[in-house]
T-cell receptor
Framework: EDQVTQSPEALRLQEGESSSLNCSYT??????LFWYRQDPGKGPEFLFT???AGEEKEKERLKATLTKKESFLHITAPKPEDSATYLC???????????FGQGTTLQVKP | EPEVTQTPSHQVTQMGQEVILRCVPI?????FYWYRQILGQKVEFLVS????????KSEIFDDQFSVERPDGSNFTLKIRSTKLEDSAMYFC????????????????FGEGSRLTVL
């Protein structure tokens, strides 16, 4: 069965304290790994797509990387506005069906 | 910036009642989806819709569920006879620009409709 597992479940950081979130996945044929941000009571917001091992994408303080078994979301010098739940998802078909992990809830304190 | 809009934002219904959740996807998108998130749990795929038909559905999407694109702008999810376990946040999403071709899977989600079944 395809699985997406994220760790840690929750992460508290001080403003400026860099860290990484992990997403481990097992799928029969990866057609994309996605990172989304979800604020409380809102829908997921697309951040990145990664397609192949070794690929990296950056956006402001966030950088996503991909290996054959996992992806990391690195957060450099986070700010309080980066506080959110970060979701990882994989796609294995052409239909747009995404399989989500349970998310990592990040809290950045000033 | 274009966005996916959903109505109602919150609906409370009695068990056994029919519910229709409405969505207006981004206007030039080709692929439409419903996902749901039970409180404290993962976001789960329900159904994808392309070219006026269902392209994939999950085990959750049984005969009690149906989707429709009644006109050029709306996309609806109907639950015929709601159960307590249908209580969740339901998200509509769209993707795939006309003319671009392949569905990249970069989904644009609405803010969700919270369904509470009593």
């Amino acid at each position: 069965e395809d699985q997406v597992t994220q760790s840690p479940e929750a992460l508290r950081l001080q403003e400026g304290e860099s860290s990484s979130l992990n997403c481990s996945y097992t799928v029969s044929g990866l057609r994309g790994l996605f990172w989304y941000r979800q604020d409380p009571g809102k829908g997921p917001e697309f951040l990145f797509t990664l397609y192949s091992a070794g690929e990296e994408k950056e956006k402001e303080r966030l950088k996503a990387t991909l290996t054959k078994k996992e992806s990391f979301l690195h957060i450099t010098a986070p700010k309080p506005e980066d506080s959110a739940t970060y979701l990882c998802a994989v796609k294995e078909s052409n239909t747009g069906k995404l399989i989500f992990g349970q998310g990592t809830t990040l809290q950045v304190k000033p | 910036e274009p966005e996916v809009t959903q109505t109602p934002s919150h609906q409370v219904t009695q068990m056994g009642q029919e519910v229709i959740l409405r969505c207006v996807p981004i206007s030039n998108h080709l692929y439409f989806y419903w996902y749901r998130q039970i409180l404290g749990q993962k976001v789960e795929f329900l159904v994808s819709f392309y070219n006026n038909e269902i392209s994939e559905k999950s085990e959750i999407f049984d005969d009690q569920f149906s989707v429709e694109r009644p006109d050029g702008s709306n996309f609806t999810l109907k639950i015929r006879s709601t159960k307590l376990e249908d209580s969740a946040m339901y998200f509509c999403a769209s993707s795939g620009l006309a003319g671009v071709g392949a569905n990249t899977g970069e989904l644009f989600f609405g803010e969700g409709s919270r369904l509470t079944v009593l």
